[in-house]
């Protein structure tokens, strides 16, 4: 598949939502307020979240900060002259990848397919989980005849790693429901290596290791050459950006040349010690507690697509209980776990002003036929509250890293499925970061095409041109 030249963000959305806020229950109203952020409460957390930022980023206070802002060793934005064929891997969420992707000043042509992660992989061994990443690989060069070729390989690994270089990244920790503690600590790259050492049938050279958010702005930024920042609402979240290389106080290597180097925030952890308590509601204590890692990703959990469902799902539990929706019936519905997906969220906001087909359609699916008008708004104002906090919080967040990158037009790539596919998420999001953007700055949003893909291969294409200047 060939990117189309031009990129578009998804289309604004249609309907204004003031209308489900004014028919909802007086009850329901009062016990979704608190994911009503107001200004001061978001410049608050945005002063916690530069706060946080500049502790990740200095020698002196990243060992006990929470926003680990981990040097990624990428230190140039690609030129969009970049060619080759080059092989990726996409780890880190909902699907497992392998892409063959061809670089050719100013396009790109990508194939990938996609293999399941069976859930007891994903909490089983390491030697378990790269031997079957290693045979996905095997698979794919097989199946596209890529054997006697040795490709550079891009592996984009979106779990917190500090790296050591491009091609050696150290687990910190898993997240996104992974759980393999033997890997943690370890190089990743070097247990792809020792698996396709194992299997011995296929040649690969592992180039860089990145996460996607940094695949997501260099994606962006071989198209744009403006985006300087990139963030992921999807399984997880996690932003970068690019940093002057005397901030980046963890980064000892020498200046390439640009002075830069783009920084994985890993921003999930935002709010691990304890700093949001003042916008976490009982519920949100609810769905930390039953993860896999109470007490950790604090603000993914507000914002990321694996949790908006869940704490739909447990407020829409709660209102039944209390005699509110649905009649007091079909409690029992709500108490499966992730039985409300995210992006029934998004089908439920999408139904135009008065309408309801697609929330008719969700409620079929769960086996509720029998929902009154006002039950379904009820629902839709439960769902837009939380989608709002999650657009208004990424909002905040974006605006801290524009004015840490202090230029001024700015274009913004973001990935993943809650941005792409909520109906309103990035009207919400654009509408306020006007609110909240200083006087100055000039900004876009802009929609990645496959970050993890073509990004990988752009940042194994920039170090394999780099191994060979090293060995000229
Ligand atoms: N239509 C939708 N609207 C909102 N959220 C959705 C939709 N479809 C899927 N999601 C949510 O998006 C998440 C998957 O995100 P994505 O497709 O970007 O994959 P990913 O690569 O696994 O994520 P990550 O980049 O965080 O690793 C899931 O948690 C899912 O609940």
Known sequence: MSCPSKICNPPAAGADDGWVEEKASPEIKEAMKPFALDEATLRKTMALFLDNIERGLKKATHDEATV????????DLPQGTEKGKFLALDLGGTNFRVLLVELDIGKCDLQSDIYAVPHDVMLGTGEQLFDHIAASLADFVT????????????????????????????????????NIPEVLGGDVVQWLQEALERRGDIKIDVCAILNDTTGTLMSCAWKNPECRIGLIIGTGHNGCYLEAQANAELFDEPDMGS?????????????????????????????????INPGKQIYEK????????????????????????????????????????????????????????KTQEVLQKLGIPDASEQDMINLRFICQSISRRSAHLTAATACVLTKKVNEPKIVIGIDGSVYKFHPHFRKLMKAKMQELMEPGFEFDLMLS???????????????????KDQEA
């Open 68 to 75: 680990k802002c981990f040097p990624t060793y990428v230190q």
């Open 143 to 178: 199946k596209h005849q890529l054997e006697a070729e040795v490709l550079p390989l891009g592996f984009t690994f979106s779990f917190p790693l500090v790296q050591k270089g491009l091609r050696s990244g150290l687990l910190v920790r898993w997240t996104k429901g992974f």
């Open 259 to 291: 002075g830069k180097v783009i920084i994985n925030l890993e921003a999930a952890a935002f709010g691990d010690d304890g700093c949001l308590e003042y916008m976490l509601t009982d519920v949100d204590k609810l769905v930390d507690g039953d993860s």
């Open 302 to 357: 507000l914002i990321s697509g694996m949790y908006l469902g869940e704490v739909a799902r447990l407020y829409v539990q709660r209102f039944i209980e209390g005699d509110l929706m649905f009649g007091g019936n079909h409690a029992e519905v709500f108490q499966t776990k992730e039985v409300f997906e995210t992006a029934m969220i998004s089908d439920v906001e999408s139904d135009p002003a008065g309408s309801f087909q």
């Open 449 to 467: 095409e496959d970050g993890s893909g073509r990004g990988a291969a752009l940042v194994a294409a920039m170090a394999a041109m780099r191994m």
